[in-house]
């Protein structure tokens, strides 16, 4: 458990103690969410790499080192890496999902890398609403 996964300068804390005050559901972009995205997608060379906000708790990580019993306690449940094959529009959806989630507060999020757009708020049937937009993937519109 103390093997070196990496180094950090910032402190990637998840705490709901934060000075930008922030919900914790609102962070499915922070640092922390993604970096774990990154390190999934660098592990088998993916395009993109995806965590699901739900699956962290703790603190976070601390400023410099991060070991495996770091990792641990931020990610500690069993679970297994795998690799899929996603279309763009369903990259898409996700990032929808994720924008309606920020609406409700819910958990269903997935903080993800090398994707990019855009959240904004509409007035829905319902009620308001967060949908995305501009999703890209690599650059790459997520539509096409």
């Known amino acids: 458990l103390k093997d070196v996964l990496c ?4 402190e990637l804390n998840l705490s709901t103690k ?3 005050g922030m919900h914790p559901m609102y962070r499915v972009h922070h640092p922390c969410v993604r970096l774990i995205a ?7 060379g993916a395009d993109i790499g ?9 603190g ?4 410099g080192t991060i070991t495996l019993g770091d990792a ?4 500690p449940f069993d679970g297994t890496l795998s690799t ?25 999020q ?24 501009g999703v890209r993937i690599n650059g790459v519109a997520g539509d096409a």
């Not at 995806?50 to 703790?58: F, K, V």
């Not at 641990?72 to 990610?75: A, D, F």
């Not at 999902?97 to 269903?108: F, H, I, P, S, V």
Request: aromatic share 10%.
């Open 7 to 10: 180094v950090t300068t910032p």
């Open 18 to 20: 934060e000075a930008d």
């Open 38 to 44: 990154e390190a999934f997608r660098q592990r088998y």
């Open 50 to 58: 995806i965590m699901n906000y739900g699956g962290t708790r703790g």
């Open 60 to 63: 976070g990580f601390p400023t």
């Open 72 to 75: 641990y306690n931020v990610c």
């Open 84 to 108: 899929c094959r996603m279309s763009g529009r369903f990259v898409t959806v996700l990032a929808e999902a994720t924008a309606d989630a920020l609406t409700r507060k819910a958990a269903e």
């Open 110 to 133: 997935y903080g993800m890398t090398d994707v990019d757009y855009t959240v904004v708020k509409q007035t829905g049937e319902v009620g308001p609403q967060r949908t995305a937009v």
